[in-house]
């Protein structure tokens, strides 16, 4: 992978975490809604590729991203408390 792949998979992930701030209605920092929507997004994509799933386009990034993004902010606030 290129700079320019890193860079729009960084970016993909960053609004992937800002959505699933907004959709789980969270309280902690933006900042923290995209670093997690970045790892959330890596994770989840890993393991849909694995069981044979892969996003083709832009749309199937945001959708992973998001999804996975959503369950890392959900396990993020079940080990805050």
Excluded: D, H, R
């Amino acid at each position: 992978m290129n700079i320019w792949g890193i860079l729009v998979s960084l970016a993909i992930g960053a609004l992937c975490g800002w959505l699933a701030g907004k959709i789980m209605n969270t309280k902690q920092t933006m900042l923290m809604n995209i670093i997690l929507g970045v790892v959330g997004g890596f994770v989840f994509s890993l393991i849909a590729g694995l069981i044979g799933i892969s996003a083709s386009n832009i749309i199937g990034e945001v959708i992973f991203g998001t999804v996975g993004a959503c369950l890392c902010i959900w396990g993020y606030g079940k080990l805050k408390k």
